[in-house]
């Protein structure tokens, strides 16, 4: 039975506490639980104060067990978008090789902390999707290269040198154990999460493995073996005449660009660090489509040290004008984190909050939204970010401090913040006036659009992985999802 008493008028909650029990703070209206072990609030933390200025709060023990992942979400009372969310199992525990700077770790973190904060509780429907089919990933990818990816080891490699040189599978794309597989867990992800999406049974799909935006129709590039977001892209072209493409991260979405950039089916709108000598090379201003794609194609090139206000002024603007003009019927939003403050990779200011608020103001056009991750090298910025950022999803307000996990000690430095200081460590380079030129070149581009493509104006793409596929997939997704509800 559980153990309760209640204290009031207090700043704070040093209480003593039954040990193994889980603690209720009720304040405002507002109830948080705080877990407790071995008679202390947290091991090694300080314990936390009432949220509030109310200058009392009431403290109760509501559970003689301690749980790790004890619920921190705050209700909000307004409706919420059906979201769906989706995370391969053992997609956190593949490895590019020691020194490489791309943790797929950062998945494993960011799933720990949505768990610990209790979000799986406020989202609707949880997948561990199953993995892209061969036949899946060649709608887009080249039967060569993706032949190639299931049949290369680390053990093998040598003897297939030529062909690892063909498809750029050389320093950035290393060779790994399981690489295969770890390109079809992220890329089966993003696919279930654009079915979904098609059949209108989500608002909201997540997909945190999906993003990898370099990849090219027949090679690797930059980290990313296999191009999930033009997967995605080609399935939601199925139902929807109209996709919008939108990319934050801090590198170039040239991926996604490049398989897009002839169509006026798909607006691809990039922000992103450009030089002409930072990875990947492309991305200017002028660039903007060709053929029946002019003009479907927006580039928004920055410099380093861009700090929230201005980016959240260019990303807004920009946004809004291209929702405006293009008439989106679904969007795609690639979340990069490299583009935050002190990123391994990265020479951005942004802070978590400023990279969520991008988030929730595309969240706010009610469009059906694939949000996928991407960039960041950070892994601990990135779990932080990625957790924010489907708490804004879900429309729950969560704490700035971490709920207990067995990650504790990764996040010891930052004394276990949400939003630990990141922005003004590098020397902002932009300008107002820079800004503003980039807006009315955006500005004057969309003009050229002479109103929205429908459907009935160009070819839907070539129905490439079957319709009867896709009515199987769809069984297989309700029985998948009365099997969640029982």
């Not at 978008?81 to 969310?85: G, K, L």
């Not at 992985?465 to 199987?472: I, R, T």
């Given at each position: 039975?559980a153990l309760e ?8 909650c ?8 889980s603690?209720?703070?009720?304040c ?8 407790v ?8 933390r300080p314990?936390r104060?009432?949220?509030t200025d109310?200058?009392?709060c009431?403290?109760?023990?509501i559970s ?7 619920p921190l979400?705050v209700?909000?009372?307004?409706s919420r ?5 989706y ?8 490895h590019?090789g020691e020194r490489?700077?791309?943790k797929?770790?950062r998945l494993?973190l960011?799933n720990?902390l949505?768990t ?9 429907n949880i997948?561990n999707?199953?993995s ?5 990933l ?5 039967h060569?290269?993706?032949?190639f990816?299931?049949r ?6 040598a003897?297939?040198?030529h062909l690892?040189?063909?498809f ?5 794309c290393p ?11 992220y890329?089966?992800?993003?696919l279930?999460?654009?079915r979904?999406l098609c ?16 990849a090219?129709?027949g ?6 073996y296999?191009?999930d977001?033009?997967?995605a892209i080609l399935?939601?072209?199925?139902y929807h005449?109209?996709v919008l ?12 660009e ?5 169509t006026?089916?798909?607006m691809?709108?990039?922000?992103h660090k450009y030089?002409?000598?930072?990875f990947?090379?492309?991305?200017k201003?002028d660039d ?10 927006l580039n928004v090139?920055?410099?380093d ?9 260019i990303f807004?603007?920009?946004?809004e004008?291209?929702?405006t ?12 984190a490299?583009?935050?403050g002190?990123?391994r990779l990265g020479a951005?200011?942004?802070s ?8 929730n103001?595309?969240?706010?056009f009610g469009?059906p939204l694939?949000v ?19 708490s804004?999803?879900v429309?729950a ?9 067995i990650y ?6 930052s ?8 922005t ?6 932009n300008t ?5 030129r ?9 003009r050229?659009l002479?109103?929205?493509p ?8 070539p129905?490439l ?8 997939r769809?069984?297989e ?10």
């Open positions: 039975m008493w209640t204290t009031a008028a207090t700043t704070d040093h209480h003593q506490q039954p040990r193994n029990s603690f209720s703070v009720t405002g209206g507002i109830q948080l639980e705080e877990s072990r071995n008679g202390s609030i947290l091991p090694g314990s104060l009432c949220p109310h200058g009392a009431e403290c109760t023990y003689s067990k301690f749980s790790a992942s004890t979400t209700q909000q009372p307004h978008p059906i979201v769906s969310y995370f391969p199992k053992g997609v956190g525990e593949q590019y490489h700077p791309m797929p770790h494993t960011t720990t949505v610990g904060y209790g979000l799986d509780k406020q989202i609707h997948y999707p199953r892209a089919t061969q036949a899946e060649e709608v887009y990818h080249d060569d290269y993706i032949e990816l299931s290369v080891t680390p053990q093998n490699q003897d297939m040198k690892i040189d063909t750029n599978c050389v320093e950035d060779i790994f154990a399981d690489m295969y597989d770890f390109c079809r867990m890329a089966g992800a993003s279930a999460a654009a979904k059949a209108g049974t989500t608002d909201i799909a997540i997909n945190w493995s999906g993003g990898l935006h370099h090219k129709k090679e690797a590039s930059g980290f990313c296999v191009n977001i033009v997967l399935e939601l072209l199925r005449p109209r493409y939108i990319d934050i991260d801090i590198h170039h979405g040239d991926g996604v490049f398989a897009f950039y002839h006026n089916r798909v691809t709108v990039s922000f030089t002409g000598d930072f990947p090379g492309t991305g201003l903007n489509g060709a053929g029946l794609g002019k003009h479907f194609c090139p920055l410099q040290g861009i700090d929230d206000n201005m980016y959240l002024t807004k603007t920009v946004i004008d291209t929702v003009a293009f008439r989106p019927t679904a969007i795609v939003l690639q979340c990069g490299d583009s935050l002190c990123d951005f200011n942004l978590i909050a400023a990279h969520g608020e991008c988030v103001f595309v969240r706010k469009v694939l996928v991750g991407g960039g960041g090298y950070t892994i601990k910025n990135v779990s932080r970010c990625w957790t924010y950022e489907t804004v999803l429309g307000a969560i704490p700035d401090e971490l709920p207990v996990t504790d000690s990764f996040f010891r430095e004394q276990w913040k949400l939003h630990p200081p990141l003004g460590k590098v020397e902002n380079q107002v006036a820079s800004l503003q980039i807006t009315t070149g955006i500005r004057n581009k969309l050229y002479q109103g929205a429908s459907v009935a104006l160009q070819e839907i793409p129905d992985a079957g319709w009867l596929e896709d009515e199987s769809t069984r997704e309700k029985i998948e999802e009365k099997k969640l509800t029982k």
